[in-house]
């Protein structure tokens, strides 16, 4: 009797974690992998996500008129006739949400840019996030997969007919960490300044992809006189506290190499520097020194540094707002960095 009773309270688990469709692979090419059942065809499998046997057997690069095994795995492809990001379904339709699942030392940035560019307002509103950052092991919503009611077994997991501002709370399995999710709606004043905080970072990273700067420039008009670097510092402690709370009690990482520097029109003002580096989680405060005049700025770790061509070499990137607080004339140059483990 104890084994039939255990055996009913493990069984419900597993059946919501069937159900949980994860995506898989990064925009255009994203999917969703399906084992084929007994008596499932390329028929019965497309009526299951909403997608046409035609699409599935090319980008599995299997021949359509030769079947499918029992046991296979596939490959579902999410393209523009199921999977969706906004917008309503018809009255005999319903949207199914689809999960990603976060990876180590991976940003929100990076799931929204790898997921057809999804706004990271409407990712966070989605799940209820109000932090820059998710644990590994985290599964977010990141889109929907609208499928037929009749016609899909899915159906029954379905949101309803319209996607609009639906906020959804992000599902974590048991052995993942405890994942920076708040079990509630967020408010019409946190998601405004939410909105404005994530815009001006999608805006700061994309500009980090872009050309590199030749020389680090800052205008200042007449009337403003340009500030000494002892002036500088002494104003510098936005992030400040932020990073002496992250290295209280926690092992200090230092590390030397070469900055990268890209145009932004962040930090010049407000005097908070943001920063892409690989080997630290983002919302991590880096201390960033100039050994040549010992000046010092403390960054916000936005996401990993891009990989590409121009940042060969490279330990960090900073904004050119950063490097002007350093005295940095160059594009690239010197620096110490700090930060907790």
């Known amino acids: 009797m104890k084994k039939l009773f255990s055996l009913f309270l493990i069984t419900p688990f ?41 699409d599935i057997a090319p980008f599995n690069n299997l021949q359509l008129e030769k079947g499918l095994s029992l046991g296979q795995t596939i ?25 990603h699942r976060i990876k180590e030392k991976e940003g929100l940035y990076r799931v929204a840019k790898n997921h057809n560019d999804l706004p990271l307002e409407t990712l966070k509103q989605w799940n209820g996030i109000t932090s820059d950052a998710v644990k590994s092991g985290v599964q977010l919503i990141v889109g929907y997969l609208k499928v037929k009611k ?43 300044k939410n909105k404005e ?20 420039e800052k ?14 510092n002494s104003v510098e402690t936005d992030f400040r ?25 962040s930090g010049w003002n407000d005097k908070k520097y943001y920063c892409l580096y690989s080997n630290a989680s983002p919302g991590t405060v880096l201390k960033i020194t100039n050994p040549a005049n010992g000046n010092v700025v403390f960054a916000k770790v936005l996401d990993n540094m891009p990989d590409i061509k121009k940042n060969e070499g490279l330990l960090l990137v900073i904004s050119n707002a950063a490097a002007d607080a350093l005295g940095a004339a160059e594009a690239n140059f010197s620096c110490s960095i700090a930060y907790s483990k």
Request: glycine share 6%; aromatic share 6%; proline share 6%.
């Open 219 to 232: 205008k200042v008009s007449e009337a403003e006189p340009k500030k000494t670097a002892l002036e500088k």
């Open 75 to 99: 490959k579902i492809p999410l393209n523009s006739s199921n999977f969706y990001q906004s917008g309503n379904a018809e009255s005999d339709e319903t949207f199914v949400p689809v999960y």
């Open 14 to 54: 597993f059946a919501a974690a069937q159900n949980i469709l994860l995506v898989e692979g990064v925009s255009p090419g994203l999917y969703i992998t399906h084992k084929v059942a007994p008596k499932e065809n390329y028929y019965s499998v497309g009526r299951i996500y909403n997608v046409s046997p035609k």
């Open 150 to 192: 009749e016609l899909s077994s899915l159906a029954k997991n379905g949101i309803g007919t319209s996607i609009g501002s639906v906020l959804t709370v992000a599902t974590e399995e048991k052995k993942a960490p405890e994942p920076e999710v708040v079990n509630q709606p967020v408010g019409k004043k946190a998601a405004k």
């Open 241 to 265: 506290n932020l990073y002496e709370s992250q290295v209280k009690n926690a092992a200090v990482m230092e590390i030397t190499g070469d900055a990268g520097v890209f145009k932004s029109t």
């Open 197 to 216: 905080k994530e815009t001006e970072k999608e805006k700061i990273i994309k500009e980090a992809e872009s050309k590199p700067v030749v020389a680090v």
